[in-house]
């Protein structure tokens, strides 16, 4: 069974800098499409960013330039860089596993993220 | 970036409707549409793929259809447990974008 665990979600201010980590078992980060989805208070869902197994990244043009997705195989976790935090970053952060480059068919619980001073 | 626009943002409806819930995108995607339910305090659940596969597990009241810019959900007899947020999703050209959301509420 695939479990993803994401921490390091918490309170920052505006133009602070925070790592996210995504704890995977049940699959192996390195062999898999993961990607970050973002979800802000009482809002829908918005993609982040992506990292192929091959190593290819994406991201989403409200993060390009500020956040940076990789990942360590030896203790087989994901993680998110964001840098220059904004008031709008501010979400539930999700850790997801995503079947070639196409949907998603597993999440982490998701760790929230506040912005703020 | 391709926009994908869900409606109806909310639904209400009974239990044993069918409930039709449809994403337009910007632009043709051929078939790379997801569906995903979400409760609330919960992450997102995958129910249909590539537009018209049921993700195991999934009940099979659930289907999805569509090509090009056009996709639906459909809940062929809402059940109790349906009432939720849903999305659609598309991946197209290195970027992955979601609709906004449609909220089935009960009756």
């Known amino acids: 069974e695939v479990q993803l665990v994401e921490t390091g979600g918490g309170w920052i201010q505006p133009g602070g800098s925070l790592r996210l980590s995504c704890a995977a078992s049940?699959?192996?980060?390195?062999?898999?499409?993961m990607t970050w989805v973002r979800q802000a208070p009482g809002k829908g869902l918005e993609w982040v960013s992506i990292i192929y197994s091959g190593g290819t990244t994406y991201y989403a043009d409200s993060v390009k330039g500020r956040f940076t997705i990789s990942r360590d195989s030896s203790n087989n976790t994901l993680y998110l860089q964001m840098n220059s935090l904004r008031a709008e970053d501010s979400a539930i952060y999700y850790c997801a596993k995503m079947v070639s480059n196409d949907y998603i068919d597993a999440w982490g619980q998701g760790i929230l993220v506040t912005v703020s001073s | 970036d391709i926009q994908m626009t869900q409606s109806p943002s909310t639904l209400s409806a009974s239990v044993g409707d069918r409930v039709t819930i449809t994403c337009r995108a910007s632009?043709?995607?051929?078939?790379?549409v997801a569906w995903y339910q979400q409760k609330p305090g919960k992450a997102p659940n995958l129910l249909i793929y590539r537009t018209s596969n049921l993700q195991s597990g999934v009940p099979s009241r659930f289907s999805g259809s569509g090509s090009g810019t056009e996709f639906t959900l459909t809940i062929s007899s809402l059940q109790p447990d349906d009432f939720a947020t849903y999305y659609c999703?598309?991946?197209?050209?290195?970027?992955?974008?979601f609709g906004r959301g449609t909220k089935v509420e009960i009756k």
């Open positions: 049940g699959l192996t980060v390195s062999r898999n499409y």
């Open positions: 999703q598309q991946y197209s050209s290195n970027s992955w974008t």
């Open positions: 632009q043709s995607i051929g078939t790379r």
